[in-house]
């Protein structure tokens, strides 16, 4: 599910936008697509539910950036920023042998794996968050 999000609304995830107990996330859109609740299942789930067992704040964010003390102090309470996370997957790709991923790649990945797995345009559609059905269709020009 998160993979689907763009970096924007990912980092904006508030804590009470999940819902453990029925493994939902409300997931605010941005560039004016339609806002969704969606399933969080499997491995995702799990590990967002390892992440906040993990945290001793209370911070309202889902997810937070590392910090050091002093910046930490000085940007109390701020979520994890979007420069952050695309470190994150800069410095993933790198390892991984991957030259010009960024997290928006993941998200397209996503729209392009869910079509080659045969799910319906609508959903894909719901899925991502997209207005407009055209927004969609472009994933399917690609798959055989």
Same mark, same amino acid.
């Given at each position: 599910?998160?993979?689907?999000?763009?970096?924007?609304? !990912?980092?904006?995830?508030?804590?009470?936008?999940?819902?453990l107990?029925?493994?939902?996330?409300?997931?605010?859109?941005?560039? &004016?697509?339609?806002?969704v609740?969606?399933?969080?299942?499997?491995?995702?789930?799990?590990?967002?539910?390892? +992440?906040?067992?993990?945290?001793?704040?209370?911070?309202?964010?889902?997810?937070?950036?590392?910090?050091?003390?002093?910046?930490?102090?000085?940007?109390? &309470?701020?979520?994890?920023?979007?420069?952050?996370?695309?470190?994150l997957i800069?410095?993933?790709?790198?390892?991984? &042998?991957?030259?010009?991923? +960024?997290? +928006?790649?993941?998200?397209?990945?996503?729209?392009?794996?869910?079509?080659?797995?045969? =799910?319906?345009?609508?959903?894909?559609?719901?899925d991502? &968050? =997209?207005?407009?059905?055209? =927004?969609?269709?472009?994933?399917?020009?690609? !798959?055989?």
């Amino acid at each position: 599910m998160l993979d689907r999000l763009r970096v924007s609304e !990912a980092v904006g995830l508030r804590r009470d936008e999940l819902d453990l107990g029925r493994a939902r996330l409300w997931v605010r859109r941005l560039k &004016g697509d339609l806002s969704v609740e969606q399933p969080a299942a499997g491995g995702e789930l799990h590990a967002i539910k390892r +992440h906040l067992a993990s945290r001793t704040d209370a911070l309202p964010w889902l997810f937070t950036s590392e910090r050091s003390e002093i910046a930490h102090v000085i940007c109390a &309470g701020q979520p994890m920023t979007r420069q952050a996370v695309n470190d994150l997957i800069a410095a993933a790709a790198e390892r991984a &042998g991957l030259p010009g991923v +960024h997290p +928006h790649t993941l998200r397209h990945s996503c729209g392009f794996a869910l079509v080659d797995k045969g =799910h319906d345009l609508r959903l894909i559609q719901d899925d991502l &968050g =997209h207005r407009y059905p055209r =927004h969609t269709a472009h994933y399917t020009r690609t !798959a055989g």
